[in-house]
């Protein structure tokens, strides 16, 4: 008769379990694994950092790089991101982080990298629309189709949100900021 501490085969359910959970644990944690990871998430900082920069160029150009200038802050961000962005990469290729390594191969073990590829693509779309169609309108679309991309069916509330929030948005900005965001196709109404 076997021993319900110990099993049919004389060992410890709970130490089959440890074992289970530590061959999981080697499974999912390759040496090295998750170190073109950490590089990529370091390039893609630099690539963040080189947007704020660009777009605080812009707006200094015209409005001028003083501390009271628009485009001042967004300047300090991108110079700090681009800081950041490069420690980052260095620290990652010279004096790697093993356990972040490790922990960057089980994240990209359990992501979705399917789903993350749509939301990229809709971010892209979404940027290209804010323009002509409007920050309202695409905001909302937007809102709504990431919702539905994240398992929500029910369509009436999430419209009701979206529309809510990005006029909340919208007017936040531009009657209280005095940042005018796209109008696109409701500028004649806005």
Do not use: C
Not at 31 to 54: D, E, N, S, T
Not at 57 to 63: A, F, K, L, P, W
Not at 95 to 122: F, G, S, Y
Not at 164 to 180: D, M, P
């Amino acid at each position: 008769m076997s021993d319900p501490e110990t099993g049919p085969s004389g060992s410890s359910p709970r130490a089959g379990s440890h074992a289970v959970s530590n061959a999981g644990s080697h499974a999912v944690a390759k040496p090295g694994a998750g170190k073109l990871g950490i590089r990529i998430a370091a390039v893609v900082i630099l690539l963040g950092a080189a947007v704020v920069l660009f777009d605080a160029i812009r707006v200094s150009i015209n409005g001028g790089f003083g501390p009271q200038q628009p485009g001042f802050f967004p300047m300090i961000v991108g110079i700090g991101l681009v800081g950041f962005g490069l420690a980052f990469l260095i620290r990652a290729t010279l004096k790697p982080d093993h356990a972040l390594e490790e922990q960057a191969a089980a994240e990209h073990k359990d992501t979705h990298w399917r789903t993350l590829w749509v939301v990229v693509v809709a971010l892209v779309i979404y940027a290209a629309l804010l323009d002509p169609v409007g920050y309202i309108i695409a905001t909302s679309v937007f809102f709504v189709g990431i919702a539905w991309l994240a398992g929500s069916r029910k369509i009436i509330r999430d419209v009701i949100i979206a529309v809510l929030f990005s006029a909340a948005v919208y007017f936040g900005f531009t009657e209280l900021l005095g940042v005018r965001l796209p109008g696109g196709l409701l500028e004649t109404v806005l």
